[in-house]
């Protein structure tokens, strides 16, 4: 199995709502990772977490709160977002932290209203 | 900070062309670089990895090439079709990640 599943593929919600984005691997890869895309623009690194620990944080806003519960998935918890925030959020793994091809889910595209 | 840029931005040509897309980066200290290709509104696909060490890969017709002391990669597609039609990133990885370039958008057409 070399796939990384998302799930939802498209979220819609208020800057009320609490949402959790997923994302699970099962080629025993340690490394996981949070990208978010605007439109006509390159992937941007938000988190990565290595060995199931918080290993880079980007300096992303503390709406954002990432999870790894266990190594082969990875959650995106958010809250009170913002229209700008909407975007493809995109989950990759590799088998270790550097040096490593990364592998990519298909995404999901959230929209917040 | 590392740099990415790609050029052209775009690129429109008929099927059958052999195309060079160019990657260039600002800090040599990599580990390795990725090509990626995308699809629109979908994630990205790995088309090649060129390790540090390494001066080209190939994948049936893809073919990339790494110059780590000038910073520069390309990325080679022989015998274009249509089904090639996407944005091709590139992405050089360096302090544990990767950093994408601006994009080279391609279309070709039969």
């Known amino acids: 199995d070399t796939e990384v599943t998302q799930t939802p593929k498209h979220l819609v919600m208020g800057m009320t709502n609490k949402k959790s984005l997923k994302c699970e691997q099962h080629m025993g890869h340690r490394a996981m990772y949070w990208y978010k895309q605007k439109a006509k623009k390159p992937p941007e690194l938000m988190f990565v977490y290595s060995y199931e620990k918080l290993s880079i944080n980007e300096s992303v806003p503390s709406r954002f709160s990432p999870e790894c519960p266990n190594s082969s998935l990875l959650n995106l918890h958010l809250h009170a977002l913002q229209p700008e925030d909407s975007a493809l959020y995109l989950c990759?793994?590799?088998?270790?932290?550097?040096?490593?091809?990364?592998?990519f889910g298909p995404g999901t595209r959230l929209t917040v209203l | 900070k590392q740099e990415v840029t790609q050029i052209p931005a775009a690129l429109s040509v008929p099927e059958g062309e052999n195309l060079v897309l160019n990657c260039s980066f600002t800090d040599s200290a990599i580990y390795n670089l990725q090509w990626f290709r995308q699809d629109p509104g979908k994630g990205l696909t790995s088309l090649l990895l060129?390790?540090?060490?390494?001066r080209e890969q190939t994948s049936g017709r893809l073919n990339a090439s790494l110059d780590k002391s000038s910073g520069r990669s390309t990325l080679y597609i022989a015998a274009s079709q249509p089904g090639d039609s996407a944005t091709y990133l590139c992405?050089?990885?360096?302090?544990?990640?990767?950093?994408f370039g601006t994009g080279t958008r391609l279309q070709v057409f039969p």
């Open positions: 060129i390790q540090s060490s390494q």
């Open positions: 992405a050089p990885d360096s302090t544990d990640k990767l950093i």
């Open positions: 990759a793994s590799s088998a270790q932290l550097a040096d490593n091809e990364q592998f």
